[in-house]
């Protein structure tokens, strides 16, 4: 069992910061993982891309995808609504304050989430990328809560130390807008 | 006591730092760095690492000033790392090859930007006549048993030894776990310098020239460097490594290392399963090159694709091995990104495919 | 007492009594005769011996006339690139700490190719003593410019004599590592007199002890007769040491060491 996600944005919104999140929680959960990381020499407004993939067995993906279950929108200057290297049939979630769903046609499944406006609505507004990676691990079960804060936490910078809390309540956030259509879409 | 012993837990590892833990794991106490690209983050990670662990790591003032006091340390007895990307891998070639030639072990991390340090590694730009043992990892789990071996080699046969990493290795992050490797014991150091043979007439010397002391006269540069020769024979002979898959009856085998024989791997599992006859030949030792692995390997093969990251380097000893030299073929090709600091599109499974692909529909 | 007359021969055979050949030499020199290095070589030799450190030294020798004494010299020791001594005595130092390690380095070695070298390991305090033999010359291939030569000193490199228009100037390392902090003593001296040969191997010791107190790294320049180098017979070489050198690179303590202080 192996699964990828592909998760786009630009500098800023935390893309990296998702991925690798992602990635240790199911490492801590006992899970190989994988990420892979893209991004331009700017520091905010710049292309920013990770890749990761998760598997109960040493991973056999390549560090540059070729074909991914699932992808995770942020922003779509960079990547278009639908990343080219989605599978046909894949996961996509998208952020829908910035990300129009009506752009994103295709066999895939869609989700859209409005993570930047929630994210300022609960007050956390450099969370959203966390807000929504708790809603794609509630929906895809990939890693759980517990495991994603801990994550969180451990890869805060000391610098950035004092946003552990604001940036626990996105995770929550994310995963309690799921709703039961969503879940039910999913599992398909 | 079990006598099993419990498997180290998975870590999620960025490539450089699961590289400087494995060498932390050989018992590496010393290393030196100058920050370049993407050889940084070992740097970076050897230098929070190693006073932990009671070793020293000095951010140096240039690769040639680091390299030199790798040297120094590694004449202690003690092991010593240094590394950098090709480009400062340059300007160390005149210590490698003195290390080469007193017989001092080092391993050398070319973090490189792409494969296009391959003759730098296996050619070599030092001067007299030594080789340099280089293992060249397709990924970060391999990477971290290279480290191991490339330390038990160096003191096994006193030579430097080389890690060909690149930024995919360096920059991605793998869940590892950090075993150790089961190596053979090493008979102990006691040509290495701690002072302690001072006064006492059997005092030691470190010198390419070998011309011992006066009162304990040497085998000289004529014979010491013929010794050497006979020395990079016998590894050569008995350290090649190589990985080879469905090669038994396949009428195309890829040829690839490092990273691009990971991406090869999977383009040419695919193809198999799609019904291609067609196998797969990694060399994971660049210097010795395995030759007579690679003969065998492509005996009866109607095409050799050979694909590396570079204007053709690898394929000059592929041709040197392969039995029908015609039958040999570049799909490889210089690949770089826009600032020049890794690899550019060629590096991708579609494009690796359909260059493949291309070369079966051509009449061999 | 026994009165010794010396107005006729003695009546006993003469006898070796003492050796005064260091036991620390394997064998002659095979450098120049009027060489001053062997007579640098001879008092570093002797001080270890007399502060009991010949059993945790460790020698770092570069490349010149000087390289070859690591075949007479019966110490640990390596012959290393040139230029590059104080990085392999810090690689040295910072993993056996207990030893003494020095480095011995002629002008072209240190201050041409080393001179990076031999500032960073001085600014990085690291606790190693190097020695320069300085002569003003490349001697071991044949008497080319350093960047020690002084002005007007004839070289194969610069035959009409050095001319600041067209060579540039002396650099006089010393002085520059005596400004950087994480030094911990650095001195001149020469041995082309009984008086300098004196005063060398004071200074010398007191740059191991230096080194033993952890003061940082010390220095201790040699100036070196190379009558060779320098189209001078032996003889001349001392004098011509003086005459020459000793204006440019003055004798004495150009950085004393911390008072009182043990590192």
């Given amino acids: 069992m192996e699964r990828s996600v592909l998760m786009v944005g630009i500098g800023g919104q935390g893309i990296q910061l998702i991925g690798k999140t992602l990635a240790l929680a199911a490492t801590e959960s006992g899970l190989n993982a994988m990420l892979a990381a893209e991004y331009g020499g700017e520091m905010r407004g710049g292309t920013s891309q990770a890749t990761a993939v998760v ?22 200057k960079f990547s278009g609504a639908v990343p080219e290297r989605l599978d046909a049939d894949g996961f996509l979630m998208l952020n829908s304050s910035i990300v129009d769903p009506a752009k ?37 079960g990939i890693a759980d809560h517990d495991h994603l804060v801990a994550a ?37 | 006591m079990s006598a099993v012993a419990q498997p180290a837990k998975l870590e999620l590892l960025e490539g450089t730092t699961a590289i400087a833990r494995a060498a932390i794991l050989s018992d590496c106490r010393f290393f030196t760095g100058y920050p370049m690209s993407p050889f940084t983050g070992l740097l970076e990670s050897m230098s929070d690492l190693m006073p932990k662990s009671g070793g020293s790591c000095v951010n140096v003032e240039s690769e040639i000033e680091g390299v030199n006091m790798t040297l120094g340390a590694a004449a202690t007895g003690a092991r010593a790392a240094t590394g950098s990307c090709g480009q400062g891998v340059a300007l160390m070639q005149e210590a490698i090859a003195e290390a080469s030639l007193n017989e001092t072990p080092i391993v050398i991390f070319n973090m490189a930007r792409n494969q296009q340090d391959y003759f730098q590694c296996t050619r070599g730009g030092g001067w007299g006549d030594y080789r340099t043992l280089t293992l060249a990892p397709k990924d970060v789990p391999e990477a971290v048993e290279h480290t191991q071996l490339l330390f038990h080699l160096a003191d096994k046969y006193r030579v430097p030894t080389i890690l060909y990493g690149d930024p995919l290795i360096a920059q991605t992050r793998v869940g590892v776990r950090l075993q150790p490797l089961d190596l053979p014991a090493l008979p102990p150091k006691d040509w290495a310098l701690d002072g302690s043979l001072g006064g006492t007439g059997r005092s030691r010397q470190i010198w390419t ?18 010794e050497l020769a006979e020395k990079f024979e016998s590894m050569a002979a008995s350290e090649q490594r190589w990985e080879a898959q469905h090669v038994d009856d396949a009428e195309t085998v890829v040829v690839a290392f490092g990273s691009a024989g990971k991406f090869t791997e999977y383009v040419v599992d695919e193809l198999r399963e799609e019904g291609h006859q067609i196998g797969h030949f990694r060399p994971i030792t660049l210097w010795p090159f395995p030759g007579e692995a690679l003969a065998e ?49 060629l590096l991708d499974a579609p494009e690796i495919r359909g260059r493949i692909i291309a070369a079966l529909k051509e009449e061999a | 007492m026994d009165v010794v007359t010396t ?37 570093l030799l002797e001080t270890l011996q007399e502060m009991d450190l010949v059993q945790k030294t460790i020698a770092v020798v570069g490349h010149g006339c000087y390289g070859n004494f690591v075949q007479i010299i019966d110490l640990d020791c390596t012959l290393c690139l040139h230029g590059r001594a104080p990085a392999s005595a810090t690689g040295m130092k910072r993993m ?31 606790n190693i003593t190097c020695i320069l033999l300085n002569n003003g010359v490349f001697g071991d291939t044949g008497g080319q410019q350093t960047a020690t030569t002084v002005i007007g000193q004839r070289t194969k490199t610069s035959l009409e004599g050095r001319d600041p228009a067209l060579h540039g100037h002396p650099i006089q390392i010393a002085d520059i590592i005596a400004g950087l902090d994480g030094v911990g003593y650095v001195a001149r001296g020469a041995v082309g007199t009984v008086r300098g040969v004196a005063r060398t191997k004071k200074m010398i010791r007191e740059a191991f002890e230096s080194q033993l107190a952890g003061e940082g790294l010390s220095l ?44």
């Fill in chain 3, 7 to 43: 107005d006729r021969p003695p009546g006993q055979e003469a006898s070796k009594v003492a050796e005064a050949y260091p036991s620390l030499l394997l064998g002659d020199h095979s450098l120049c005769p009027g060489c001053g290095e062997p007579v640098a070589l001879r008092i």
């Fill in chain 3, 96 to 126: 056996r700490p207990e030893s003494v390690v020095f480095t011995m380095q002629g002008d072209g070695d240190m201050v041409n190719e080393g001179l990076a070298e031999i500032v960073h390991a001085a600014a990085r305090g690291e």
């Fill in chain 2, 209 to 226: 020239w070998a011309l011992g002391k006066r009162n304990a006269p040497g085998p000289g540069p004529d014979r010491h460097w013929q």
């Fill in chain 1, 152 to 188: 969180m936490t451990s890869l805060l910078p000391p610098y950035r130390a004092q946003h552990a809390e604001t940036n626990s309540r996105a995770l929550a956030a994310g995963a309690a807008a799921v709703s039961e259509r969503d879940l039910a879409a999913v599992s398909v």
């Fill in chain 2, 297 to 345: 390997a492509t005996r009866g093969a109607r095409r050799v694709l050979v694909f590396e990251l570079n204007a053709g380097q690898m394929i000059e000893d592929v041709r040197q091995f392969a039995d029908d030299r015609k039958a040999i073929r570049a799909i490889g090709g210089i690949s770089s990104a826009d600032s020049g600091l890794s690899f550019g599109p």
């Fill in chain 1, 55 to 76: 598997g109960d067995g040493p991973i056999r993906a390549l560090p540059i995808l070729p074909r991914t279950d699932s992808a995770i929108v942020m922003h779509d």
């Fill in chain 1, 104 to 140: 994103a046609e295709g066999d895939h499944t869609l989700v859209s989430l409005p993570a930047t406006d929630m994210a300022r609505e609960i007050d956390a507004p450099q969370a959203a990328g966390l807000l929504m990676l708790g809603a794609f691990c509630r929906l895809t």
């Fill in chain 3, 220 to 263: 201790v320049e040699i100036l070196t007769m190379c009558p060779t180098g320098w189209f001078v017979t032996a003889p001349e070489g001392p004098d011509y040491l003086g005459e020459s050198m000793e204006s440019v690179y003055p004798m004495g303590e150009l950085r004393a060491r911390p008072n009182g202080e043990a590192g």
